[in-house]
């Protein structure tokens, strides 16, 4: 009794919203463009930290680099919070789920599936798909636009496939059911963390959407389990080289033969976070980058005038070229700045937590950490809304708060594919402006976004391609 009144009294003393009372916040009557708004006017606000709570779930936002640092470089709050459960049903308890002693040992089999060797293997097969994806885009330049989305959300899919799962997903006729099953489960994911009251299995079994919710959950892992199929039918009892370095799946499925701590539920749930985690996260990155540099047609120029100096105008980039990609590589860190593809992380504080902002954010209780907000926060950026890739040259980097800018995360929890991202988005984008010329449809300042697990627009996104 005494631990709850605590929770309460500190949890109280921090500034919010005025909520229901009661009931706290409950938001469940709006759309979820209407709550991705709710969210961004909250912590305009209430910078540098506010609380929430509905019914006995409490809840606080942090987005200013210094308590940024104090939850994210300490180990004892690696604990993702509770909204994470919410994913659990797909994802089992994956990397991005798990905590503790399980989350470390995975992470530790996993980490060298990303190892520079095999993201300089990786380069190739990236190339062949994009140049893939260019025709499947030459044809598209007599459109008044092009919906990004698709186009590139297959090409990561696919990407994804080919490199670290090597199983060629393309020929795979279930990635549309996937796919959609994969925005399913955003809104699925929204509609029960906005009414508590289903955060019960057993009440959200009577809920609207559970026939629904159940459906996808079956096209999300019955995809998994097939690509696990298909890749026992290429392996076919091939052994595997021993010094070789693995591809994540090939990886997953050694460790499992040698004895290692996985086994077969264990796969599925690493591959059904690193399918979803590495196609849509980059996939979405990729879109909006499109839509800036077709707005900003001179710095669009600038990167195809390096690409072709630093690789020549027609040649595949080697993994070293797509590294002294410099210019290129600060506009996608402004684009992931502006867009950061998860715009909200969370943990749970592990023991009673004093902010630098001066509160105790109590034990047990649930952080969400805004990545978007702080981003685009005027008290931590200067003309926030403003595209400028020059934020990230050498000398004006080492003048920022080292948490300021956090799309991947930091410390112990965060992205394990990061160098896998960049590496993607940059021979993506060699691909697409050696091609095309992007023209600007869509503004930036007239994109509706939602509240989603991904950073998702409202609609679509669309930019003209016009033959280079
Ligand atoms: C632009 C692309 C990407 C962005 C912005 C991004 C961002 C992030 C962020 C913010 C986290 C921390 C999540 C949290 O704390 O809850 C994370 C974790 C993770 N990401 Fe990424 N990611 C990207 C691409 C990828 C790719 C390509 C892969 C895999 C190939 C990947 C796999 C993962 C995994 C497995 C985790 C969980 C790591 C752990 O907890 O140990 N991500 N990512």
């Known amino acids: 009794r005494k631990a709850y009144e605590e929770f309460w009294r500190h949890l109280y003393a921090i500034p919010g919203p005025k909520l229901w009372p009661y009931l706290g916040d409950l938001n469940f009557f709006e759309s979820s ?4 708004k709710v969210d961004r006017k909250r912590s305009k606000e209430f910078y540098p930290i506010y609380k929430l709570w509905s019914l006995n779930v409490g809840m606080v936002h942090v987005f200013n680099p210094d308590d940024m640092e104090l939850i994210l470089s300490n180990s004892k709050y690696n604990q ?10 797909w994802l089992g308890t994956g990397l991005l789920t798990s905590s503790g002693e399980k989350w470390h040992r ?15 293997e990786f380069t190739e097969m990236l190339n062949k798909e994009t140049l893939l994806l260019v025709d499947n885009l030459k044809p598209m330049c007599s459109y008044p636009y092009v919906n990004v989305i698709k186009p590139i959300t297959e090409f990561t899919l696919y990407s994804i496939g080919e490199t670290a799962l090597g199983v060629p997903l393309r020929e795979d ?6 796919k959609q099953a994969v925005y399913d489960y955003g809104e699925h994911f929204i509609y029960r963390a906005t009414r508590p009251w289903l955060y019960s299995p057993f009440i959200f079994k009577f809920s609207d959407i559970y026939n629904q919710y159940c459906k996808g959950v079956k096209a999300l892992r019955d995809f998994s389990t097939n690509v696990i199929e298909q890749k026992k039918k290429l392996q076919n009892g ?20 040698d004895g290692a701590d996985i086994d077969d539920d264990g796969i599925r749930e690493e591959l059904d976070t690193f399918i979803f985690e590495g196609h849509d996260t980059t996939s979405m990155s990729i879109c909006y980058t499109l839509m800036l540099l077709a707005n900003h047609k001179n710095i669009q120029e600038e990167i195809y005038e390096e690409i072709v100096s630093v690789i020549g105008p027609t040649e595949s980039p080697t993994y070293k070229d797509l590294g002294d990609l410099k210019f290129m590589e600060r506009c996608i860190k402004e684009s992931l700045r502006l867009y950061p593809s998860v715009p909200t992380i969370g943990r749970v504080a592990t023991e009673n937590l004093e902010t630098h902002t001066g509160y105790i954010i109590p034990k047990g209780c649930n952080v969400s950490l805004g990545i978007f907000d702080m981003h685009r926060s005027p008290q931590v950026w200067e003309d926030p809304e403003k595209f400028d890739p020059d934020r990230f040259l050498p000398d004006n980097v ?13 410390g112990g929890r965060n992205c394990i594919g990061q160098k896998f991202a960049l590496l993607e988005i940059k021979a993506v984008l060699c691909g697409i402006l050696r091609n095309f010329k992007l023209e600007p449809y869509d503004r930036p300042e007239h994109l509706v976004f939602k509240a989603d697990l991904v950073l998702r627009p409202f609609d679509e996104i669309r930019v003209k391609f016009e033959p280079r």
């Open 33 to 36: 463009e209407a709550l991705w």
């Open 80 to 89: 993702k919070s509770f909204f994470y459960s919410l994913l659990h049903d």
């Open 106 to 120: 995975r992470r530790k089999i996993l980490t060298p599936a990303f190892h520079f060797n095999i993201l300089q």
């Open 173 to 178: 006729p279930k990635c549309n059911e996937y």
């Open 238 to 257: 091939m052994s595997y080289a021993q010094s070789k370095r693995l591809a994540l799946l090939d990886l997953m499925l050694k460790a499992k033969a």
């Open 398 to 410: 080492a003048k920022r708060h080292p948490f300021a800018y956090l799309p991947f995360s930091a």
